[in-house]
């Protein structure tokens, strides 16, 4: 792997300028080796941060490192929105092609590697056959060494080896010396505090991977390359245009323009959101920003538009996002605590099977997720849980620490 080392200085460079120093994408819009992070991006003071190609960092990514530890990230890898990595204690790797997404955190009890194998694994499982599957049927599009590793939604690795083709769900962790097999993810708000229950599926806290899960890791690292290149340009065409409410790059399937945030109805351009730093991009269309707070980042940029109602309230460190051609509508009242996150995507129980809804006044709670879901009117969702795959009427109380996948409660999160 080539990194490109950046000490603090340099990294700080980055911030400033958004860019880490290589081509933007060109004329014809292929992605080129540039990456980028967002100027919102929080750098260590100590320790390096070394980046490699086409690298995507999203808006309120902390990264830190202490007394000389190194936190690497590989080749198309990409950290998104509110997510931490913390090379504290020891040195974290992310290989080629990781997904660090929204909310979550790595933290280095022990050494932390995400997806850095360089060759098939011994071993095999039935995840690992569907793996070999997808790269017969698509040649060129993967290969052992360059296989993603996906870490969800508010989930939490410590000290742990995520082997690529793996994946951590939403809300589930992952202890220090746990070593999380090719071919096997850990479901949606499990704990895996063992190296027994990583590998024995039957134990209920780990499942093998499918087709699906690795058509939907390939999209993330595409698109994530592609707007690292897009960002990277709209950066090289004019520093503000990747600071507060702005631009998206354009570009993407489903949402090729670029186009201006409206707050109450007007096309805005305000890279200086004044006294709370958020970030608001691309097709978003809201009411009113009194009520929007510091790491917030509301981002139309993959899926082509976002629409919130008046008296919103986001208390921090929120996301909003969507998938390729999908939308996210939010109703008037609705709150999101701290570390609270909304993702769109696809299915038959959705608006046209695009449109993640949620209703007029209703409370998300404290790092909670809801992930291609329709929320009706006063819905409450506790704090730390999942509501995934769902259709929830108008009242419905989700508790704290719950997971509710396609309309009903599965069980605890861990």
């Known amino acids: 792997m080539n990194w490109k080392q950046k000490a603090w200085r340099a990294a700080a460079l980055t911030v400033l300028l958004g860019i880490v120093p290589g081509p933007a994408a060109t004329a014809g819009g292929t992605a080129g080796p540039a990456s980028f992070v967002d100027p919102t991006a929080e750098l260590p003071q100590s320790g390096n941060v070394e980046l490699s190609d086409r690298v995507y960092?999203?808006?309120?990514?902390?990264?830190?490192?202490?007394?000389?530890?190194?936190?690497?990230?590989?080749?198309?890898a990409n950290v998104q929105d509110n997510a931490l990595l913390d090379a504290a204690e020891h040195d974290i790797v992310l290989g080629d092609r990781a997904i660090v997404a929204h909310g979550a955190q790595v933290r280095s009890t022990r050494p932390a590697m995400i997806a850095v194998q360089t060759q098939r694994p011994e071993y095999s499982n039935p995840g690992i056959q569907a793996l070999e599957s997808y790269m017969t049927a698509h040649p060129g599009e993967l290969h052992w060494g360059a296989v993603p590793a996906f870490i969800g939604f508010n989930a939490a690795v410590d000290g742990a080896v995520i082997s690529d083709g793996s994946m951590v769900m939403h809300l589930a962790k992952v202890s220090p010396g746990v070593t999380l097999r090719s071919g096997v993810k850990v479901k949606e708000g499990k704990w895996l505090r063992t190296q027994e229950e990583a590998d024995n599926p039957t134990l209920g806290k780990v499942e093998y991977i499918?087709?699906?899960?690795?058509?939907?890791?390939?999209?993330?690292?595409?698109?994530?390359?592609?707007?690292?290149?897009?960002?990277?340009?709209?950066?090289?065409?004019?520093?503000?245009?990747?600071?507060?409410?702005?631009?998206?790059?354009?570009?993407?399937?489903?949402?090729?323009?670029r186009t201006l945030p409206a707050v109450g109805g007007v096309r805005t351009q305000q890279p200086d959101t004044g006294p709370y730093r958020f970030r608001i991009i691309g097709n978003v269309q809201i009411a009113d920003l009194a009520g929007v707070r510091d790491g917030v980042s509301l981002r139309a940029d993959e899926g082509p538009l976002i629409r919130i109602g008046a008296h919103g309230r986001f208390l921090g460190g929120n996301t909003f996002h969507a998938l390729k051609s999908t939308r996210i509508y939010a109703g008037r009242g609705?709150?999101?605590?701290?570390?609270?996150?909304?993702?769109?995507?696809?299915?038959?129980?959705?608006?046209?099977?695009?449109?993640?809804?949620?209703?007029?006044?209703?409370?998300?709670?404290?790092?909670?997720?809801?992930?291609?879901?329709?929320?009706?009117?006063?819905?409450?969702?506790?704090?730390?849980?999942?509501?995934?795959?769902?259709?929830?009427?108008?009242?419905?109380?989700?508790?704290?620490g719950e997971i509710w996948i396609e309309g009903r409660r599965k069980y605890s999160a861990e």
């Open 57 to 76: 960092v999203a808006p309120f990514v902390r990264l830190s490192a202490k007394d000389g530890h190194v936190i690497r990230i590989g080749n198309r």
């Open 210 to 257: 499918g087709t699906g899960d690795i058509e939907f890791m390939t999209d993330v690292v595409e698109v994530n390359t592609q707007l690292a290149a897009g960002y990277a340009q709209l950066a090289w065409e004019h520093a503000s245009f990747v600071r507060g409410i702005n631009y998206n790059p354009g570009r993407i399937p489903g949402n090729e323009q």
């Open 334 to 400: 609705v709150v999101l605590e701290p570390g609270a996150l909304v993702h769109g995507g696809r299915g038959p129980h959705l608006k046209g099977e695009t449109w993640t809804e949620i209703g007029d006044e209703t409370v998300i709670g404290a790092g909670a997720v809801v992930f291609r879901s329709k929320l009706g009117k006063g819905v409450r969702v506790g704090a730390r849980s999942l509501v995934m795959d769902s259709v929830l009427p108008d009242g419905t109380v989700v508790p704290e």
